[in-house]
């Protein structure tokens, strides 16, 4: 099983968990993706949700594919979100905003009574940190925040590289007109207190872990699939 395949088992089985009528937030990036061609297809054979993208992009593919969409204004409780991650462990804390889309994916998992995060067993992991950390910025004051998530980083043993990143020939700006900070920290043994830290900065809009947001993970590999449930 090649890594699109166990993208698109995973994707399977959390449609299992949407019912008809469900108001559902849908994620970003390529698990996600699938996610979106499987409802897709059920939509097309008369299954009715209604859906709030959490990226332009995702908006984008379902408007080609049919799967009818609300803002989160018009649907500001949610039943259901079924996200990917860049990194999952086993307390289900998760990095998300490889993609760039962590402000809004936060957003609409936070107004759901559920988020679903769905994986190939690659993004699980016993300490986050591996993947670089996105942090979402205000462009104002930019190399004070900068300076400001250091301070943090040293106050709790952290250190690597936080490199602005980079789209094209200048800096990658989200849908909600922010740069993304990636810091690349390594190992993070204590995400709630990295988490509280990053919040107490003002230039910080937002960051890539979730904490205590996801009540199951589905994660798949050449075994098969097996779920993670949120012990609280």
Do not use: W, Y
């Not at 995973?10 to 849908?26: K, N, Q, T």
């Not at 699980?124 to 996105?134: D, T, Y």
């Not at 979402?136 to 952290?158: C, D, M, Q, Y």
């Not at 990143?165 to 200048?170: E, K, N, T």
Request: proline content about 3%; some cysteine; glycine content about 12%.
């Amino acid at each position: 099983m090649d890594a699109r395949e166990m993208k698109i088992k995973a994707a399977e089985a959390a449609l299992a968990h949407v019912e008809g009528g469900m108001r559902i937030g849908i994620g970003t990036g390529s698990t996600a993706e699938e996610f979106v061609r499987l409802l897709a297809e059920k939509v097309a054979g008369g299954f009715r949700v209604e859906g709030v993208p959490t990226s332009e992009r995702t908006a984008r593919l379902c408007v080609e594919l049919g799967v009818p969409l609300k803002s989160l204004d018009e649907l500001p409780a949610l039943d259901l979100t079924i996200d990917g991650a860049d990194e999952v462990d086993t307390g289900l804390r998760l990095i998300k905003g490889g993609g760039g889309a962590l402000l809004r994916e936060k957003i609409v998992a936070a107004a759901s009574e559920r988020m679903i995060v769905i994986a190939d067993e690659s993004k699980l992991v016993e300490m986050l940190g591996a993947f670089a950390l996105p942090i979402e910025v205000n462009p104002f004051g930019l190399v004070s925040t900068r300076i400001a998530i250091e301070k943090v980083a040293a106050r709790l043993g952290l250190s690597g590289e936080l490199a602005l990143r980079q789209s094209g020939d200048g800096e990658f700006t989200t849908d909600g007109g922010h740069h993304i900070i990636d810091a690349s920290f390594g190992r993070i043994p204590d995400a709630e207190a990295l988490s509280s830290e990053l919040n107490s900065i003002p230039g910080v809009v937002e960051h890539g872990l979730f904490i205590n947001m996801a009540a199951l993970a589905i994660i798949a590999g050449p075994a098969g699939v097996r779920t993670l449930q949120a012990n609280r």
